[in-house]
């Protein structure tokens, strides 16, 4: 079968392979992708920027797809179920976080797309458990955002809470700060959305999305907007999206007293110069998010079935296997909202 793969580590070292089809055994389901979204983690893992992955390795993780095989112990899918997966593939299974069912806390899980082959192929093996069912009245391309949306459920819902009276601000308008805010939307909350000059088509977005407000960080002031919108307190809920240093400095004194920051953005480098000042003096419970679990995933698919999060809207252009690399580039390029490649 084919399969885009990570040859070794570095720049690129990524090709198109013809590889054995995966075979089940035990409690595993082989799923023939339909669509793989491009995650930044793959471009990041593309310019060799992630030490993460295994090489080589098949990646993507980001899928929606169909159980073509099921193995002797699988008992809850069946042929011709449509499913999406977990990234958790293999945990230790008897640390407190495994215990606890936080499988993205485990010292020793391994991820789909990451040390075990992915999405980006024509089959891929998931663990039963990590196995979910696609909602009757979800296309699978909206499916294929089931695991970034579950990253922002775990965000808002899970590390944090959003109330109806909350004014949220949502730094970065990429594809993670737009399924967030529909997550903060869904709760009845205001949401504030902040972006650069080259973000417009993605702000724009945002508007359509039912974002309330959105700011062009470098045209207009910001802290005056968010202010004025909460009657000089700052913003009960910050999420970053951006994973940018400059963005999180600018957001934490808009930050209101005794509020939420909830770090989601990844940054480029390990240590970062911040404003500990307005965490101290403010009171702001400073959150990280990694990811998600396996009820940040009900709570996607619950979204995505009723209605309240449109991932049709926002996913721009569709690839096919073969011209993986145009899609890539075409996310690299920057002009894109999301991106999928469509398995044959």
Sequence with gaps: MKAVRKIAPGYDNMKLEEVPEPEVSGDLVKIKPEFTGICGSDIHTFKGEYKNPTTP???????????????????????????????????????????????????????????????????????????????????FEAAALTEPLACCTHAALEKTTIESSDTVLIIGPGPIGLLLAQVVKAQGAKVIMSGITQDRPRL?????????????????????????????????????????????????????KKGTFVQVGIFAEKLNKFDQESIIQREIQYVGSRSQKPSSWDLALDLLSKGKVDADKMITKEYDLDHWREAFEAVMAGNEIKVLVKSE
């Design 57 to 139: 390795v098949t990646l993507g993780h980001e899928f929606s797809g169909t159980v073509v095989e099921v193995g002797p112990e699988v008992t809850e899918y069946k042929v011709g179920d449509r499913v999406v997966s977990e990234t958790t593939f293999t945990t230790c299974g008897v640390c407190r976080y495994c215990q606890q069912k936080d499988y993205n806390l485990c010292s020793y899980r391994k991820g789909i797309g990451t040390q075990q082959d992915g999405s980006y192929a024509e089959y891929l093996l998931a663990r039963e458990e990590s196995v979910h069912l696609i909602p009757e009245n979800v296309t």
């Design 204 to 256: 724009d977005l945002g508007k359509e999305l039912g974002v309330d407000i959105v700011v062009d960080s470098l045209k207009e002031d910001l802290a005056a907007i968010v202010m004025e919108e909460t009657d000089g307190y700052g913003a009960d809920k910050v999420f970053d999206c951006s994973g940018a240093a400059v963005a999180v400095n600018q957001a934490l004194p808009l930050t209101a």
